[in-house]
């Protein structure tokens, strides 16, 4: 199997790793402006040569970048497997699936423990959930300043919304569907950045919980 990696930061060569340790995976082609050496790489999506060839594309760029990147593949191949990373866009968009398998890496709902908590509240009346989740961006790239992340900038999609989105799409899920979504967003630390990073947010599940 022949991977088309787009976008190479932190999440980029977790993927690479992982990818590599399959003995499936013949190839892996990168898609970044870096000089990685030994590499087989290509500077925008434009350049590859004969997109066929490759039988996954996985997208793990900025998310200001997703819906530009998986319409354009979208366009242009058929039939082929995209992953993209999360979350999907930064904002709505209109966008049609077409013939390809497409997957978001939401991936915590594949949790053993959520896993298990959906086992046991299946058929049951949830009458109030309460998720918390905190980090510290300055933690989360050992290789960048916390400051040139996309995360830390608004307009590449960066923001504890879309960043610790899991956490909206594991509840989402455990509920069967949340509705009358209300949130509140700010900027609330000291860290050099322009992006939210405080979200409260409440809603109601479809079968009237909360």
């Not at 399959?22 to 898609?31: A, D, L, R, T, Y």
């Not at 915590?108 to 086992?119: G, T, V, Y």
């Not at 830390?152 to 949340?178: P, R």
């Not at 860290?191 to 405080?198: G, N, Q, R, V, W």
């Amino acid at each position: 199997m022949k991977v088309l990696l787009i976008g190479f930061g932190s999440i980029g060569r977790r993927h690479y790793e992982v990818l590599s340790g399959f003995s499936e995976v013949s190839e892996i082609h990168i898609v970044t402006k870096q000089a990685l050496i030994d590499r087989t790489t290509f500077t925008c999506l434009e350049d590859v040569s004969n997109l066929d060839q490759y039988d996954y594309f996985l997208i793990a760029s900025e998310t200001s970048k997703h819906f530009e990147q998986l319409t354009w593949l979208n366009k242009n191949v058929l039939h082929k497997k995209i992953f993209c990373e999360k979350p999907l866009f930064e904002s709505e968009q209109a966008f049609k699936k077409g013939c390809n398998d497409i997957f978001v890496g939401y991936v915590l709902r594949f949790h053993p423990l959520l896993q298990k908590l959906k086992a046991l509240i299946k058929g049951q009346k949830i009458l109030s959930l309460n998720v918390s989740c905190g980090s510290y961006l300055p933690n989360w790239r050992a290789n960048i300043d916390y400051k040139d992340s996309y995360s830390a900038k608004k307009s590449q999609g960066g923001g504890v919304l879309l960043d610790l989105s899991h956490e909206l799409d594991y509840t989402n899920w455990i509920t069967g569907g949340l509705t009358e979504i209300k949130s509140f967003q700010t900027k609330v630390s000291n860290l050099e950045i322009d992006s939210d990073d405080f979200v409260s947010m409440i809603a109601t599940t479809k079968e009237g919980g909360g």
